[in-house]
Nanobody, 120 residues
Framework: EVQLVESGGGLVQAGGSLRLSCAASGFTNDDYSIGWFRQAPGKEREGVSCIDSSDGTIYYADSVAGRFTISRDNAANTAYLHADSLKPEDTAVYYC?????????????WGQGTQVTVSS
């Protein structure tokens, strides 16, 4: 069974940084593309960033480009999202998931996520 567990969220002031972790089990990290999503209160879940396993291309949502960095450690079967220059609008529950090239098909159920709260 494919499982992903998110951690690393917290309360941070605007301009601060956090590193989110996504521990994967049930598959080898580079079997699938892996990505981060977030859901703010009252909004739909949106894609934040992903690494395409087919060619290593990295994608970022326009709202986080230049501030967030996605990475993966295949040996540890873990993916990371380093979030810098956080803004109050980044406040959301952050989730990770895995799937096909552009994550249009996901292979895991959504986990609990990790809460990120950015104060102004």
């Amino acid at each position: 069974e494919v499982q992903l567990v998110e951690s690393g969220g917290g309360l941070v002031q605007a301009g601060g940084s956090l590193r989110l972790s996504c521990a994967a089990s049930g598959f080898t990290n580079d079997d699938y593309s892996i990505g981060w999503f977030r859901q703010a209160p009252g909004k739909e879940r949106e894609g934040v960033s992903c690494i395409d396993s087919s060619d290593g291309t990295i994608y970022y949502a326009d709202s986080v480009a230049g501030r967030f960095t996605i990475s993966r450690d295949n040996a540890a079967n873990t993916a990371y999202l380093h979030a810098d220059s956080l803004k109050p609008e980044d406040t959301a529950v952050y989730y990770c998931n895995a799937g096909n090239s552009r994550l249009t098909v996901l292979v895991a159920s959504w986990g609990q996520g990790t809460q990120v709260t950015v104060s102004s």
